[in-house]
């Protein structure tokens, strides 16, 4: 499985950006998907996940309220909409995707996207 991210780039604090994870078309649409991020000097963290069929989502409570996690079955992509951004959510933000939300939520996806770096500025 092949997922792309992008929407990545430098915002103000207070500002917001919408990030895409296109999954190749070898990725069920029924397949879990989630984001995650690794800001520098610190381990990658969960940030959100959906359900395949996108009624169930999980997102760490550093982002609730802030984050919104979406995702278009037709076109295997998942969004991660993000407002209010704040300097401390900089990091390289990468996709994931697995057939159980729990792998995802857990931190074991069995595929992985390389990431788009998301900078917050103060």
């Known amino acids: 499985v092949q997922l792309v991210e992008s929407g990545g780039g430098l915002v103000q604090a207070g500002g917001s950006l919408r990030l895409s994870c296109a999954a190749s078309?070898?990725?069920?649409?029924?397949?879990?998907m989630g984001w995650f991020r690794q800001a520098p000097g610190k381990e990658r963290e969960f940030v959100a996940a959906?359900?395949?069929?996108?009624?169930?989502?999980r997102y760490a409570d550093s982002v609730k309220g802030r984050f919104t996690i979406s995702r278009d079955r037709a076109k295997s992509t998942a969004y991660l909409q993000m407002n209010s951004l704040k300097p401390e959510d900089t990091a390289v933000y990468s996709c994931a995707a697995d057939w159980l939300l729990s792998a995802i939520v857990t931190g074991r996806p069995n595929s992985w996207g390389w990431g788009t770096q998301v900078t917050v500025s103060s």
């Open positions: 078309e070898r990725t069920l649409s029924t397949d879990a």
């Open positions: 959906i359900s395949g069929s996108g009624g169930n989502t």
